[in-house]
């Protein structure tokens, strides 16, 4: 198998997480096949930290913006590009693309693939508020989830999403049809490379 990098862009609660979830238990039935996963918000969330900062939304919707602003649009980028290249697996998954910077990166990288995850509005907000994850999120209202959707790094994911994306997945149902249609992603596209 050629390395293979693929790119996820989707809105939070899309199921990039679950996407992720469902290509490791795939790939681990296949010994030839290693799975790396890198995030671009966990360089956000090693800088929180390192900084002493609360690691909630707005924390790592604002720490890009600075870095931006200081060190270049495509900063964020380099650094993802620069571990993807260094990462000696097999397929790569590059989880949370949102700037076209990151789009123009992945598509350098060779053999590449991007997969916008989506879902309705709604749905995405109860499933935020049902996994918790980052601060915050159990208690959001919907009006907050929907303000943090328009935030000058989320803003451009549908964008990216539909004018880039190679294939686009419809997250709006039960984890077992949404674990069907990544196992129909993998064999077509990874497995018999059409």
Same mark, same amino acid.
């Given at each position: 198998?050629?390395?293979?990098?693929?790119?996820?862009?989707?809105?939070?609660?899309?199921?990039?997480?679950?996407?992720?979830?469902?290509?490791?238990?795939?790939?681990?039935?296949?010994?030839?096949?290693?799975?790396?996963?890198?995030?671009?918000?966990?360089?956000?969330?090693?800088?929180?930290?390192?900084? *002493?900062?609360? &690691?909630?939304?707005?924390?790592?919707? $604002? @720490?890009?913006?600075?870095?931006?602003? !200081?060190? #270049?649009?495509?900063?964020?980028?380099?650094?993802?590009?620069?571990?993807?290249?260094?990462?000696?697996?097999?397929?790569?998954?590059?989880?949370?693309?949102?700037?076209?910077?990151?789009?123009?990166?992945?598509?350098?990288?060779?053999? *590449?693939?991007? &997969?916008?995850?989506?879902?309705?509005? $709604? @749905?995405?907000?109860?499933?935020?508020? !049902?996994? #918790?994850?980052?601060?915050?999120?159990?208690?959001?209202?919907?009006?907050?989830?929907?303000?943090?959707?328009?935030?000058?790094?989320?803003?451009?994911?549908?964008?990216?999403?539909?004018?880039?994306?190679?294939?686009?997945?419809?997250? *709006?149902?039960? &984890?077992?049809?949404?674990?069907?249609?990544?196992?129909?992603?993998?064999?077509?596209?990874?497995?018999?490379?059409?």
């Amino acid at each position: 198998m050629i390395k293979t990098y693929i790119g996820l862009v989707g809105e939070a609660g899309s199921g990039k997480g679950t996407f992720v979830k469902i290509m490791q238990e795939i790939t681990a039935l296949t010994p030839t096949i290693t799975l790396g996963h890198i995030k671009f918000s966990g360089i956000l969330m090693e800088t929180a930290e390192r900084w *002493n900062l609360p &690691i909630n939304r707005e924390t790592l919707q $604002k @720490i890009p913006q600075a870095m931006r602003e !200081k060190f #270049g649009a495509n900063v964020l980028s380099r650094a993802i590009e620069h571990e993807a290249l260094t990462l000696n697996k097999k397929m790569i998954i590059l989880d949370g693309i949102r700037w076209e910077t990151d789009v123009k990166m992945l598509q350098t990288l060779p053999n *590449n693939i991007l &997969i916008y995850l989506t879902a309705e509005e $709604k @749905i995405r907000f109860e499933r935020l508020k !049902k996994r #918790g994850e980052r601060s915050g999120e159990t208690t959001m209202t919907f009006e907050q989830f929907r303000e943090e959707g328009r935030a000058v790094n989320e803003i451009l994911i549908p964008h990216i999403g539909k004018n880039w994306a190679h294939i686009r997945i419809e997250n *709006n149902g039960t &984890i077992e049809e949404f674990e069907k249609k990544t196992k129909e992603f993998y064999d077509t596209v990874i497995k018999n490379g059409n």
